[in-house]
Structures are given as structure tokens and as C-alpha cells.
């Protein structure tokens, strides 16, 4: 595993289960805003660190569908968080679960058959 592959997928399973956490967790306490942070910043090294892995299915140079969900993850987390700055919660909302769709869909296209992590995880 290289170091691009083993950032991601700390900062990937941190995010997918911290997420999980705030979105079952009550909303505006201390605890959700620094979970929250946390998550961010989680989201975005998942996101980031997506860009040194070559895809699957490349579309463009070494990139696959799964950097598209990498881009909206990033478009999503900086949305969410100005929005939080701005108290304007419902956008925060939408944005943050938007984020957290994104992660999860990505996560699960790497269980296809034939993906590293499958590999790893089935031994196929």
C-alpha cells in the first residue's frame, strides 16, 4: 500500500465513521462543532488524497468517476462550512450530508471487484 492509498484510507473510514456520529449525534453543542471540524478536515484529505490514486475506470489522464464524487466533496465541505460560519444551517445541513452521500458512494465503489480494497477486504 502506498502512502497516497494509506492517507485516504485513514482519513475515509475516520470521516465515514465520525460522520455517521454527527449525523446521529444532537446538532449545535460544543461536541458537534469540534467533531464537526475534525470531520471536515477528514473530508478534505479523503478528497485531496484521491487525486494521487489512479483510478479504475480512468476518464481523463488518471482520473476516474469516483474524482468526480472527490470534486463534489470538496465543493460540499467548503459550501458547509461558510455556511456554519454563517449560521445558515439549513445550507449547512444539506451540504455537510451531501458530503457525507458522496463519501459513502465512493466508498462503495471501491468494493467493486477488481478495486484495491477488495482486493484486500475479499481477497479478489
Known amino acids: 500500500m502506498n502512502t497516497p492509498i494509506a492517507i485516504h484510507l485513514v482519513a475515509a473510514v475516520y ?3 465520525v460522520g455517521g456520529l454527527q449525523l446521529a449525534f444532537p446538532k449545535g453543542i460544543q461536541q458537534h462543532r469540534y467533531l464537526g471540524r475534525s470531520w471536515m478536515i ?4 479523503t478528497a485531496l488524497s484521491s487525486f494521487w490514486i489512479k483510478s479504475f ?5 488518471s482520473f476516474g468517476p469516483i474524482h468526480i464524487l472527490s470534486a463534489w466533496i470538496i465543493i460540499c465541505v467548503i459550501i458547509s462550512t461558510l455556511a ?3 449560521h ?3 445550507q449547512h445541513k444539506y451540504y455537510s450530508i451531501g458530503a457525507y452521500i458522496g463519501l459513502v458512494g465512493a466508498g462503495v465503489g471501491t468494493l ?3 478495486r484495491y480494497l477488495n482486493q484486500i477486504l475479499f481477497g479478489g
Open 15 to 17: 470521516a465515514i465513521v
Open 42 to 45: 477528514a473530508m478534505l484529505i
Open 57 to 61: 475506470m480512468p476518464l481523463w489522464l
Open 84 to 86: 456554519a460560519w454563517r
Open 88 to 90: 445558515r444551517i439549513k
Open 112 to 114: 467493486a471487484p477488481g
